[in-house]
């Protein structure tokens, strides 16, 4: 496993290291419970973006050190001058940053998982919740802070929540400020698994290798279908589904799968 700084300046560090054909990514700022200051999301949309064509990956994990997955953004970092932002800084900024960041999570071609412990807040909370699978210590606090701060919710909360545990739990999050645990945000939906703190990591590891297992072409496609099947028509999703087909049937995975059938034996996926 090779391992590797990213981005590092006055503020935290985004390391990565591959194991095989899976990156892990770590947000390494435990001394602010992985807040992230600007420079961090910049390095994770710019390993984000390099990972999304990268052919040998087959599954992404992201992490954060220390006791906490991530508390978000780290709004006294960016705003350490003093100074008042020009009138649409946030306009002009954020859709490159914290929103790229989301986009990046729940569009690439790879199943990402998160393993969430400790805090996940704001931003970190959306981050975990866009992933495609997020285990959870079942002590674990998801928070939604933004109305507690005095300004609306950003980082996809307002669509993410809703379409994961149903607008009136959604509420209760994003206007009453609820946190809820771990095992609480299993129930409702909003993540994969909770699980004990000593059996995290471990269900985290082996939920990416399943995942790096898999078909890896033919994930991406489903992935890509489901999010546009979330604002189209059942006719429209039907019809994405089968130019999606199409191309995963011209797969080498596609030939394995088909192969393993019919020899009643456990595929082999490539990847490719």
């Known amino acids: 496993m090779s391992d590797t700084a990213n981005g590092a300046g006055p503020g935290g560090v985004v390391r990565t290291s591959r194991e095989g054909d899976i990156l892990h990514i770590i947000l390494d700022r435990p001394t602010h419970r992985n807040s992230l200051d600007r420079n961090m999301t910049e390095q994770l949309v710019t390993i984000l973006t390099g990972a999304a064509t990268d052919d040998s990956l087959r599954a992404i994990g992201i992490s954060g050190a220390g006791e906490d997955f991530c508390t978000g953004s780290d709004w006294l970092a960016t705003n350490t001058s003093g100074q008042r932002p020009r009138p649409g800084d946030l306009v002009r900024r954020i859709p490159h940053t914290s929103h790229r960041l989301i986009e990046l999570v729940a569009n690439i071609h790879l199943p990402v998982v998160c393993t969430v412990r400790g805090w996940a807040v704001g931003l970190g909370c959306n981050l975990a919740l866009a992933a495609d699978f997020a285990v959870a210590d079942i002590g674990a606090t998801l928070w939604e802070p933004f109305l507690a701060r005095g300004f609306s919710p950003d980082s996809g909360a307002t669509w993410l929540l809703p379409r994961l545990a149903g607008v009136a739990r959604a509420k209760r999050m994003l206007l009453l400020g609820e946190k809820v645990s771990g095992s609480e945000a299993a129930e409702w939906g909003l993540i994969h698994s909770a699980v004990s703190s000593s059996d995290l990591d471990t269900a985290a590891d082996d939920l990416l290798a399943r995942l790096a297992d898999g078909p890896t072409v033919a994930i991406g496609l489903a992935k890509q279908a489901m999010a546009y099947a979330q604002h189209a028509t059942l006719n429209q999703a039907m019809t ?33």
Not at 257 to 268: E, I, K, N, V
């Open 240 to 272: 994405q589904e089968l130019s999606n087909l199409e191309l995963s049937c011209r797969t080498a995975d596609f030939k394995e799968g088909l192969s393993a059938f019919r020899q009643r034996r456990a595929p082999d996926f490539t990847g490719r």
